[in-house]
C-alpha cells in the first residue's frame, strides 16, 4: 500500500515552453502532498506544501509565479513549470501524508531536462 | 528550527565489512526520523523510521539504526556491506506535526568495494 506515482518520469522540453508533471496517490487519499527539487548529487529541497483544494505554501526563494501547483482532488496534484529555463533542469520528486501519519510517501520522480 | 547533519559525504567500505553512516540532528520538539535509500536516477525508498516508540529500530535489508536522544543521533548501521548497497543515504527529520516538515540532511554516499 501507500504507493505514489509521478508521470512522466522524464521530460526534454524546449526553453520558453512549459511542461506539466502529474503527483497520483494510487491506493490512498492524500490529506498533503509536497514537491521537492533534487540537483545532481545534492539533497532534496522542498519546494511547496499543498492540500487538497487549497493554495499551495511555497518555500522561501521558489518563485510560485513559475512553479504552479494544483491540488484538485485527494489523489492528484500538479506542478507545471511555465517558461522553462535550462537551470530548471532538475530531478522533481513529490510525496504525500496521510491525516495522523508520521510517514511521507514518495513518487519515483520526474527527470526535467531543458534544451 | 530543524536540521540535519550527515557528517560524511562519502563512505567506502569492502564488501562484508560493516557499515556505518552517521546522522545528527537538531530539534525543538520530540522528532521522528527517517533512513531513506536513493539509488541512481531512481526515487526514495524507506529503510527505517522512529517515531517514538523503539530506540533501536530495524529496517529493511539488514539496515538498524539507534535513536540517542542524549546525543541527538541517529546512526544507521548494517553488519555486512553487500554490493547492491551501494547507492546515496539520506538521514531525515520531521517535528512532530505528522509527516509534516521533512527536513533532508546532505545524503552520504556509500561505495561498496569488493
Known amino acids: 500500500g501507500a504507493v505514489v506515482s509521478q508521470h512522466p518520469s522524464w521530460v526534454i522540453c524546449k526553453s520558453g515552453t512549459s511542461v506539466k508533471i502529474e503527483c497520483r496517490s494510487l491506493?490512498?487519499?492524500?490529506?498533503?502532498m509536497f514537491w521537492y527539487r533534487q540537483f545532481p548529487k545534492q539533497s532534496l529541497m522542498l519546494m511547496a506544501t499543498?492540500?487538497?483544494?487549497?493554495?499551495?505554501?511555497?518555500e522561501q526563494g521558489v518563485e510560485k509565479d513559475k512553479f504552479l501547483i494544483n491540488h484538485a482532488s485527494l489523489t492528484l496534484s500538479t506542478l507545471t513549470v511555465t517558461s522553462a529555463h535550462p537551470e530548471d533542469s532538475s530531478f522533481y520528486i513529490c510525496?504525500?501524508?496521510?491525516?495522523?501519519?508520521?510517514?511521507?510517501?514518495f513518487g519515483p520522480g520526474t527527470r526535467l531536462t531543458v534544451t | 528550527a530543524q536540521s540535519v547533519t550527515q557528517l560524511d559525504s562519502h563512505v567506502s567500505v569492502s564488501e562484508g565489512t560493516p557499515v556505518l553512516l552517521r546522522c545528527n540532528y537538531s530539534?525543538?520538539?520530540?522528532?521522528?526520523l527517517f533512513w531513506y535509500v536513493q539509488h541512481p536516477n531512481k526515487g526514495l525508498q524507506l529503510l527505517l523510521k522512529?517515531?517514538?516508540?523503539?530506540?533501536l529500530v530495524k529496517g529493511i535489508n539488514g539496515f538498524e539504526a539507534e535513536f540517542k536522544k542524549s546525543e541527538t543521533s541517529f546512526h544507521l548501521t548494517k553488519p555486512s556491506a553487500h554490493m547492491s548497497d551501494a547507492a546515496e543515504y539520506f538521514c531525515?527529520?520531521?517535528?512532530?506535526?505528522?509527516?509534516?516538515?521533512?527536513?533532508f540532511g546532505p545524503g552520504t554516499r556509500l561505495s561498496v568495494l569488493p
Open positions: 510525496s504525500a501524508n496521510v491525516a495522523g501519519s508520521y510517514e511521507q510517501y
Open positions: 522512529y517515531t517514538s516508540a523503539a530506540t
Open positions: 531525515v527529520v520531521s517535528d512532530r506535526n505528522y509527516g509534516q516538515n521533512f527536513v
Open positions: 499543498s492540500n487538497e483544494g487549497s493554495k499551495a505554501t511555497y
Open positions: 530539534s525543538s520538539y520530540s522528532p521522528s
Open positions: 491506493d490512498f487519499q492524500a490529506t498533503t
